[in-house]
Nanobody, 132 residues
Framework: QLRLVESGGGLVQAGGSLRLSCAIS????????IAWFRRVPGGAAREPLS?????????FYMDSVRGRFTISRDNAKNTVSLQMDSLKPEDTAEYYC????????????????????????WGPGTQVTVSS
């Protein structure tokens, strides 16, 4: 069974940076697409942010974070990171990583969340708070 654990959340001032990590155990990264999501306070749905292929490293970003967030992977350590720069108060949320094997292309995995056939294992989340 795949297990994911996020770390690196915390409190940061607007304009600052944080680096989140997702440690994955139970399988090798190259079998999955790994994604970062977030859920804002009071929000019902998780919002996809960025996805990366564990096999070839191809990436996709949603418009909300493109240019500010950078996703990367370390297959040797079985971890995926999310570097978050120029943080805004509206980035305050619980951040989650997920890994799945369908769809297999990062853009489809991010954009297809909630559609039939989407599959993923989830971590418990890490809180990010951006103060103004």
């Amino acid at each position: 069974q795949l297990r994911l654990v996020e770390s690196g959340g915390g409190l940061v001032q607007a304009g600052g940076s944080l680096r989140l990590s997702c440690a994955i155990s139970g399988a090798a990264l190259d079998s999955y697409v790994i994604a970062w999501f977030r859920r804002v306070p009071g929000g019902a749905a998780r919002e996809p942010l960025s996805c990366i292929s564990g096999s070839d490293g191809s990436v996709f970003y949603m418009d909300s974070v493109r240019g500010r967030f950078t996703i990367s992977r370390d297959n040797a350590k079985n971890t995926v990171s999310l570097q978050m720069d120029s943080l805004k108060p509206e980035d305050t949320a619980e951040y989650y990583c997920a890994a799945g094997d369908h769809p297999r292309i990062p853009e489809d995995y991010c954009s297809g969340y909630g559609n039939g056939g989407w599959r993923g294992y989830w971590g418990p989340g890490t809180q990010v708070t951006v103060s103004s």
